[in-house]
């Protein structure tokens, strides 16, 4: 390690030469490398972090480039996942750091095997269902994580230790109800995300250096355009289902078959078991019904009005309808059920 590459940050007393050590030795995990995630792996990568590993099932669009920091106009052409995309950059910024990207959807068959063996996992998902499903995982192995969501100009973050505070939930024991919110329908600004991914990441030093009591312990909320800030202590709910009764809801059931994508118009299908596909065999079966991409990574069928992207492993991203049925129809049809 080159001590001045870190020497500004060394130089902050709360972090110094102990401290840039013990970020050397740790590693982190983010679920998710959309906008939150990218900007919480520069952070990381560039502190000197020692391992990194980032999971996520997508892959790069031109809308990404407005906040997804990691990425740029090539990677949207090629269609890369975001996982691979974000892991070459970040060893090129910093050869230090250990990067692992993962191309994978989270679900309950495999977050326990993402987030052992590290010490803190950030969240950087775009759905509760993935975020509960985390928040069982992270309770049950006793990780410490950092929850964050992102909308409009608003963003909040929950810093969650297991056994010792709050967990997802004590604070939401149920998903919001009614109509929510989306990227898809309001947008979204770059400077919220930075807000929100700043946060985390510093929590997460505070967590990687022993710095707990220094750790905020609050739900933070701010909306930078309303300029409306808000901090609430969330209590532990003595009745809770996960940190307290241990029932491990999400993590029990099997995998999604499928799930919406935020600010997508996609539906991504996922198969309860994995099925290893022969991209370059499927490719030569569906170029007969619409113009066919492909890389080493995946495959993306334009169906006219619809776009099919699929992975080796068998899920796929259906772009152009929300409803699940649809999309299932489709994947019947072109890949089999």
Not at 30 to 54: D, E, F, K, M, P
Not at 107 to 113: K, L
Not at 232 to 261: N, W, Y
Request: contains cysteine; proline residues 5%; charged residues 20%.
């Amino acid at each position: 390690m080159n001590p001045e590459k870190y020497s500004r940050q060394i130089l902050f007393p709360p972090i110094g030469p102990e401290g840039q050590e013990r970020l050397r030795q740790s590693q982190v995990v983010i679920v998710g490398c959309g906008a939150l995630g990218t900007a919480q792996a520069n952070a990381l990568v560039r502190a000197g972090v020692g391992a990194l590993r980032i999971v996520d099932r997508d892959f790069v669009e031109e809308s990404n480039l407005q906040r997804q920091m990691l990425f740029d106009e090539a990677d949207a052409r090629a269609s890369l996942p975001k996982a691979v995309a974000a892991e070459r950059k970040l060893r090129q910024i910093n050869s230090d750091v250990r990067v692992e990207g993962i191309v994978a959807d989270a679900d309950s068959r495999n977050i326990e095997e993402f987030i052992a063996g590290c010490q803190v996992v950030l969240d950087a998902t775009d759905n509760f269902e993935t975020r509960y499903l985390l928040n069982d995982a992270a309770v049950k192995m006793g990780i410490p994580w950092v929850y964050g969501a992102v909308v409009g100009s608003y963003a909040t973050t929950l810093t969650i230790l297991p056994g010792r505070t709050a967990c997802l939930a004590c604070v939401f024991p149920k998903p919001p109800r009614g109509i929510q919110e989306t990227c898809d329908t309001v947008g979204v600004i770059s400077p919220a995300v930075s807000w929100a991914a700043a946060v985390q990441v510093t929590e997460a030093f505070k967590l990687l250096l022993a710095r707990e009591s220094e750790l905020h312990g609050s739900l933070l909320a701010y909306d930078m355009w309303s300029n409306h800030f808000q901090q609430v202590k969330p209590a532990r709910d003595s009745q809770c289902r996960v940190c307290v009764a241990h029932e491990f809801t999400h993590l029990e059931q099997g995998g999604p078959t499928h799930i919406s994508l935020c600010g997508r118009n996609s539906v991504q299908i996922h198969q309860t078991e994995s099925r290893a596909l022969d991209l370059e065999a499927l490719q030569k079966r569906l170029v007969r019904f619409g113009p066919v991409r492909a890389n080493q990574f995946l495959l993306k069928c334009f169906l006219d009005p619809y776009e099919l992207t699929i992975f080796p492993d068998g899920r796929a991203i259906v772009k152009g309808t929300q409803d699940p049925a649809v999309a299932r129809g489709i994947y019947a049809r072109y890949i089999g059920s």
